[in-house]
């Protein structure tokens, strides 16, 4: 007789281990190595998932960088990845080897409420739900990125002080500034922005990173609370 065994699929494991939901509910920064490398390779073989095969690469090249480094057939070497996958994952970390020249780029400098309007007021005064972010500073108030906090309804975005101030102290943040922007086009603060400033600004306070501003994103035009001395 013989005797199948059961081989799980992605699909099989727990939904918040798995790493493409984790990067839709978390955003990339809060996946290793393996993970992304996971989601590169998007499927996996007969006998292992792409997570499998993601850690059986890393534990043969040990960084992105000899992957980068490795030839398509050394890669091809692994039992389960041939030369798509091997190609797909070459790409990927040569895109970001490309990217990465840009680094030496300046950063953008937030001196004032209107720099920070600026920085997301194209994008953010189109959409049609209420986005949360936090644009996070270094201590030369330089923009060291800009964090996806949230999504909520037409009038309303819920945020909680542990999601929003987890990437900035991964990302080493000495300050925010808070972004979120009014469906309506009014970006008149309202009674629940004004409660959610202040807790976050408490919760920053204990912890370390400053709560510079609350930005209010309108249709083309923009509310600051604390030009307005409401933070």
């Known amino acids: 007789m013989t005797v199948s065994h059961y081989r799980p699929t992605m699909k099989d494991l727990p939904e918040d281990i798995r790493p493409r939901e984790r990067l839709l509910k978390e955003g990339p920064e809060a996946l290793s190595d393996t993970e992304l490398l996971a989601i590169i390779l998007r499927t996996g073989s007969r006998e292992a998932t792409a997570l499998d095969l993601a850690s059986l ?32 994952v070459k790409v990927a970390l040569e895109l970001a080897r490309r990217t990465s020249k840009y680094s030496d780029l300046p950063r953008p400098v937030i001196k004032t409420p209107d720099d920070a309007a600026n920085l997301v007021m194209e994008e953010m005064r189109h959409f049609d739900r209420e986005h949360f972010r936090a644009i996070l500073l270094n ?10 906090v949230s999504v ?28 979120h922007n009014h469906p309506s086009g009014d970006p008149a603060p309202s009674r629940e922005d004004m409660d959610i400033t202040r807790r976050v600004k408490e919760v920053g306070n204990i912890i370390g990173i400053e709560v510079l501003d609350h930005i209010i994103i309108g249709d083309n035009k923009f509310t600051s609370l604390k030009a307005n001395g409401l933070v």
């Open 152 to 179: 909520g309804t037409l009038n309303s975005s819920a945020v909680h002080p542990r999601e929003l101030f987890r990437n900035a102290i991964k990302r080493g943040a000495a300050s925010v500034i808070l972004v």
């Open 57 to 88: 690469i890393m534990t043969r090249f040990k960084s992105l960088r000899m992957i980068l480094e490795a030839a398509v057939e050394e890669l091809c070497e692994i039992k389960g990845v041939g030369p798509a996958k091997a190609s797909q």
């Open 139 to 148: 201590t030369k108030n330089q923009v060291i990125g800009t964090d996806k």
